[in-house]
């Protein structure tokens, strides 16, 4: 166990729904990346946050947002979903964001499959 | 821009034999990290080992170590006295300091044969 908590850890919706999916990281760790996992694009890095603000942007679409709590907890809104965004999504957290050596942990993962 | 390969899509080996999967990366940074993951067919994603670019001694956890060639930028993982249990893909990144990227290879898969 990770200590990552990320939920649901699976989800069937429709295209064009919104979903909501939530993490919980590490105690500790201020940090909380998010990944997605699919077959064609293999892993790709989308967002990260740091203590609330965000820190760095990946290959995240427009349709996509998120955010960090001041609890640390984080969520990735995906919107006007599409078969294509059918992928796992990685939630994974690290003490520090000024990365010094600090490893990065990731959660189980949330299946999304959009029908 | 930062890449990572790894060359090797699918290796099968006996069960107890000693594994080394390869990695090797690109980077034009002087201090960034690389790690080595574990992903299970249940899909979670699992923390293996770390090797920061600055440390000079190979990392090692439990049966993990990690082959750091700084000069030949490859970072492979041995696992030694495998296990059917480490059947799995086994993922290689590098983490970007700066930008707090962590970028993955494509994998390998592992099969462990009794």
């Known amino acids: 166990d990770s200590g990552v908590t990320q939920t649901p850890k699976h989800l069937i919706t429709a295209t064009g729904q919104r979903v909501t999916l939530r993490c919980s990281p590490r105690?500790?760790?201020?940090?909380v990346y998010w990944y997605q996992q699919s077959l064609d694009q293999g892993l790709q890095f989308l967002i990260q946050?740091?203590?609330?603000?965000?820190?760095a942007k990946g290959n995240i679409l427009e349709r996509f947002s998120a955010q960090q709590f001041p609890d640390l907890h984080s969520e990735l809104n995906l919107s006007s979903l599409e078969l294509g965004d059918s992928a796992l999504y990685f939630c994974?957290?690290?003490?520090?964001?000024?990365?010094?050596?600090?490893?990065?942990?990731f959660g189980e993962g949330s299946w999304l499959t959009v029908v | 821009a930062q890449k990572i390969t790894q060359t090797q899509p699918g290796m099968f080996v006996q069960e107890k034999e000693a594994v080394t999967l390869d990695c090797t990366y690109d980077?034009?940074?002087?201090?960034?990290?690389l790690f080595w993951y574990k992903q299970p067919s249940s899909g979670e994603m699992i923390f293996l080992i770390y090797?920061?670019?600055?440390?000079?001694q190979n990392a090692t956890e439990g049966r993990y170590s990690l082959n750091f060639q700084k000069a030949r930028k490859s970072a492979n993982l041995v696992i030694s006295a495998s296990q059917l249990g480490d059947s799995a893909m086994y993922f290689c990144?590098?983490?970007?300091?700066?930008?707090?990227?962590?970028?993955f290879g494509t994998g390998t898969r592992l099969t462990i044969i009794p």
């Open positions: 105690s500790g760790d201020l940090s």
């Open positions: 990144a590098i983490l970007n300091f700066g930008n707090e990227k962590l970028t």
């Open positions: 980077t034009s940074d002087q201090s960034y990290g």
């Open positions: 090797q920061g670019s600055y440390d000079e």
């Open positions: 946050y740091y203590n609330g603000e965000e820190r």
């Open positions: 994974a957290s690290s003490v520090d964001g000024q990365y010094s050596g600090n490893t990065i942990y």
